[in-house]
């Protein structure tokens, strides 16, 4: 093989691997996610694009008032809010929902009534997860906590494509 070839060879070999190495670092650490529904209007709508990081789920690095995306029913994955954290008790009455005691001030909510009632303490990787849509939302008043190994990742930038990037 002539040099000019071997030197050809390499370039492309040292290339694909840092594609390799790219994509790979992608999938762990930001993921393209399309909103689909309307549970979490006004902050998300159908057709939204987020940008999701896998990373921060794996570290325990999730806090109340994140956005997340986790499994579904079925092979759906939804987009909700962190509510209630691992050991936290939770409750919902009068419409509005209390952690460890204390009324949650949600500024994210569209409408400033929470259906249900409810008293229960998660337990140590579990999350209590709710739509800021809440009179149409299927969330964990619906399914019960979601552990966080059914947390796909979290919202870390919504993108609006030729336009721009919001970070959260």
Known sequence: M???????????????????????ILYFLAWPFTIKGSSMEDNFFTGDRIII???MVYAGAIDRGDVVVCEGSGTKDIIKRVVGLPGDQIEIRDGHVYINGEVLVEP?????????????????????LLGDNRS????????????????????I?????FNSLQFY
Request: with cysteine.
């Open 53 to 55: 990081c896998r990373v």
């Open 108 to 128: 994210y909510v569209k409408e400033d009534y929470t259906h249900g009632s409810l008293s229960l303490t998660l337990g140590v990787d579990e999350y209590y």
């Open 136 to 155: 149409i939302s299927q969330d964990s008043r619906n399914t019960g906590p979601f552990t966080r190994k059914q947390i796909l990742g979290k919202t």
């Open 2 to 24: 002539s040099e000019k070839i071997k030197r050809n060879v390499n370039e492309w070999l040292e290339a694909f691997a840092h594609a390799v190495v790219i994509v790979i």
């Open 157 to 161: 930038a919504k993108w609006y494509p």
